[in-house]
């Protein structure tokens, strides 16, 4: 069964730092374009920062320099880590693979930056 499990959400506070995985199984992710979104309460989902079959990663302006995307092909994992951390960055975080008519989401993982 194809799925995507996301882990290592919490609470943390301001300037803090974070690493959330997503992990998959059924599906080998370095097959896939992996993105990670989130969306916060009251507002519309936005694409974070991504990770390109060929390795190429992307990241939206407002994380660039402060968060890094990476994957582990052998643990079949990909990884968002976030530094300094900002309030605005509280929102639920998920994952996505996607490639060609395939398209797959985990459940999403909740990061809480507070002090």
């Known amino acids: 069964q194809e799925q995507l499990v996301e882990s290592g959400g919490g609470l943390v506070q301001p300037g803090g730092s974070l690493r959330l995985s997503c992990a998959a199984s059924?599906?080998?992710?370095?097959?896939?374009?992996v993105s990670w979104y989130r969306q916060a309460p009251g507002k519309q989902r936005e694409l974070v920062a991504g990770?390109?079959?060929?390795?190429?990663?992307n990241y939206a302006d407002f994380v660039k320099g402060r968060f890094t995307v990476s994957r582990d092909i052998g643990k079949n994992t990909v990884y968002l880590e976030m530094n300094s951390l900002k309030v605005e960055d509280t929102a639920v975080y998920s994952c996505?693979?996607?490639?060609?008519?395939?398209?797959?989401w985990g459940q999403g993982t909740q990061v809480t930056v507070s002090s």
């Open positions: 996505s693979a996607k490639w060609r008519s395939r398209s797959y």
């Open positions: 059924g599906i080998i992710l370095a097959l896939y374009e």
């Open positions: 990770i390109g079959r060929d390795g190429k990663r």
